[in-house]
């Protein structure tokens, strides 16, 4: 009886020592893993392909050159991403530069004067196959809202008079068409940074002291890839409202495209 006495004491005591323990491990403060998040802010030159399809031989009908089938875009672009993790959250947004008979995106006959303008914004998502702590190649998938506009004005116009357009709107001679689509985008993106600065401050806490890195960078990189959307129609607002021309020739705005980037990165650690 005694010994047995002997070994629940021992067991109770044993009990209460790891129960002690327990606690003055839970009540230290726990180490945190080290983290970090980076953006990139950058500008995008390149080149988009479209399809004009039905416009330019409508274009041939009535006497005009062809418009091209390609666009010179500019754009800028923005990506965030948890250092430790491979996703990585895309915005853009481009424009269709319309710089004149160069650019082959103004065409005219001689009465008249055609020019066609693009822009498009897109969000998505991109996985990081490489990633050091300069280099990134990253495959990435979009959903880009894309428009287009076609706007024909007489040679002949009178200079826009806001009073004269009160009196008389088909005075100024001018007709504007739109269109509009989603578009899916299938690309690849790789980016080059060129650190510059390098800043480290402490935070003192309860918990501790917690120490942040911030560095800043030079970015270079490309994007490539194919944008896919379906046909659309030209179509006119009056009045706020779209009248749809069935006659009215449908353009395709799917294309590749290859824009150069140059921006600055800021990375977070700590």
Not at 214 to 242: H, K, M
Request: charged share 15%; aromatic share 10%; net charge positive.
């Amino acid at each position: 009886m005694k010994k047995h006495s002997t070994l629940l004491s021992f067991g109770l005591a044993m009990l209460a020592i790891s129960t002690q323990a327990q606690d003055i491990t839970s009540s230290l403060p726990t180490a945190k893993k080290p983290r970090s998040t980076e953006s990139t802010l950058t500008y995008r030159l390149g080149r988009q392909g479209v399809s004009m399809g039905g416009l330019n031989q409508l274009l041939d009908q009535t006497g005009y050159p062809n418009l091209a089938n390609q666009f010179t875009v500019l754009g800028i672009a923005q990506e965030m991403s948890r250092g430790d993790k491979p996703l990585t959250f895309i915005t853009q947004f481009d424009f269709g530069l319309k710089s004149g008979n160069a650019a082959n995106q103004t065409v005219t006959n001689g009465a008249n004067t055609v020019r066609a303008t693009y822009f498009q914004y897109g969000i998505g998502v991109g996985y990081r196959l490489i990633h050091t702590t300069k280099f990134t190649l990253t495959p990435k998938v979009m959903i880009s809202p894309t428009f287009f506009s076609l706007n024909i004005t007489s040679n002949d116009a009178p200079t826009p008079s806001v009073a004269a357009a009160l009196v008389n709107p088909g005075s100024q001679q001018t007709a504007t068409f739109r269109s509009s689509t989603f578009a899916g985008d299938l690309g690849l993106s790789g980016q080059y940074r060129f650190p510059y600065s390098s800043r480290t401050r402490q935070i003192v806490s309860d918990c501790g002291t917690t120490t942040i890195t911030r560095e800043r960078s030079l970015v270079l990189g490309f994007d490539a890839g194919y944008r896919l959307s379906a046909n659309a129609r030209l179509n006119q607002s009056v009045n706020d409202q779209t009248r749809n021309g069935s006659d009215n020739p449908t353009i395709n705005l799917s294309g590749w495209y290859v824009t150069a980037r140059f921006g600055f990165g800021t990375r977070y650690s700590r």
